[in-house]
């Protein structure tokens, strides 16, 4: 009786158990990653970096650094933002793809034991002997 209340749990409650312990890894590193965000503010600057004073009116040379510090900085901002979303993409690809290798392992480990015992009584795994 034990032992069907163990199979009756382990395909009932215990595989939702393990969808969503997947599901909530892949939503705490999209969380973690911010891909939307990152998308979003994609091409604003990384820090602002001001090399002009405070006044209103400033020379040209002071416009031209201006302007290039804000041109590095938008670039900055645009390739680290750019490695995020790409090793975020990956870990989300390589969470799904474990999570589904996951639930089918827990699919098949009650009938583990049944395939060591016929793998053991066919004569087990054949091996090369050096």
Avoid: C
Avoid at 32 to 49: D, H, N, Q, W
Avoid at 65 to 75: A, C, H, Y
């Amino acid at each position: 009786m034990l032992l069907f209340e163990f199979f009756r749990w382990w395909y009932s409650e215990g595989i939702i158990v393990r969808i969503k312990s997947v599901m909530n890894a892949i939503s705490r590193t999209a969380e973690a990653f911010s891909i939307g965000m990152m998308f979003k503010t994609l091409f604003r600057p990384f820090k602002r970096i001001s090399a002009a004073g405070s006044g209103v009116t400033q020379s040209l040379d002071n416009k031209m650094k201006e302007l290039g510090d804000q041109l590095i900085s938008r670039f900055i901002g645009f390739v680290a933002r750019t490695t995020m979303i790409i090793a975020g993409t990956l870990s989300l690809i390589l969470l799904l793809i474990g999570g589904i290798f996951l639930v089918i392992f827990h699919l098949f480990m009650p009938i583990a034991p049944l395939i060591g015992l016929l793998l053991m009584l066919w004569g087990g795994i054949p091996y090369v002997a050096i």
